[in-house]
Antibody, heavy 124, light 108 residues
Framework: QVQLQESGPGLVKPSQTLSLTCTVS??????????WSWIRQHPGKGLEWIGY???????FYNPALKSRVAISVDTSKNQFSLNVTSVTAADSAVYYC????????????????WGRGTLVTVSS | SYVLTQPPSMSVAPGQTASITCGGN??????VHWYRQKSGQAPVLVIY???DRPSGIPERFSGSNSGSTATLTISRVEAGDEADYFC???????????FGGGTKLTVL
């Protein structure tokens, strides 16, 4: 059974860089049938996709966040990571990592499973 | 950009049927996936490929997709079904996911 676990600081100062890591167990991050993704959720709000990465290192980002976001993958550790630079209070949210399964068609891609999420607060 | 529209909230009595809609331009031409998020927990996939159920999801959960509306149907609603439900499609042009705003289901 695939499991994902987020880790990283729960408190980040404004203007600094938010860094999180997702550790994957029960599956190889080099599985060509999966992408690896970050999603965040502001308190009481909906789901905001941040970006995703393939094991080769190819990454795609939400255009609204692209200038400040970088996702990387470490196949030797079966982990992928998120960096968000120049954070503000608006970046305070619960951050989830999740597996994207590639379905039969290029339009058939879904998120399963998800990590439990980690709350990140941006405050001085 | 493509937009998915969900009613912000709905309520249903135990034992009744809940039909949660997800509207989008010709959404019937896309594949829709649904997630349940209970309070304080991570989202869980409940329907993929419009109507398929992952293992462990009760048969009470079903999905359909046609025209401009996709629907998640929960039969014989239980108190434990109270949660936020999100629909999702994948935009092939931009190669990224799109989420609906979510529907908060309250079990009376």
């Amino acid at each position: 059974q695939v499991q994902l676990q987020e880790s990283g600081p729960g408190l980040v100062k404004p203007s600094q860089t938010l860094s999180l890591t997702c550790t994957v167990s029960g599956d190889s991050i080099s599985n060509p049938n999966h992408y690896w993704s970050w999603i965040r959720q502001h308190p009481g709000k909906g789901l905001e996709w941040i970006g995703y990465i393939f094991y080769s290192g190819t990454a795609f980002y939400n255009p609204a966040l692209k200038s400040r976001v970088a996702i990387s993958v470490d196949t030797s550790k079966n982990q992928f990571s998120l960096n968000v630079t120049s954070v503000t209070a608006a970046d305070s949210a619960v951050y989830y990592c999740a597996t994207i399964t590639l379905g039969r068609y290029s339009t058939s891609r879904w998120f399963d499973p998800w990590g439990r999420g980690t709350l990140v607060t941006v405050s001085s | 950009s493509y937009v998915l529209t969900q009613p912000p909230s709905m309520s249903v009595a135990p034992g009744q049927t809940a039909s949660i809609t997800c509207g989008g331009n010709n959404i019937g031409g896309r594949t829709v996936h649904w997630y349940r998020q209970k309070s304080g927990q991570a989202p869980v996939l409940v329907i993929y490929y419009d109507s398929d159920r992952p293992s462990g999801i009760p048969e009470r959960f079903s999905g359909s997709n046609s025209g401009s509306t996709a629907t998640l149907t929960i039969s014989r609603v239980e108190a434990g079904d109270e949660a936020d439900y999100f629909c999702q499609v994948w935009d092939s042009l931009s190669d990224h996911p799109i989420f609906g705003g979510g529907t908060k289901l309250t079990v009376l």
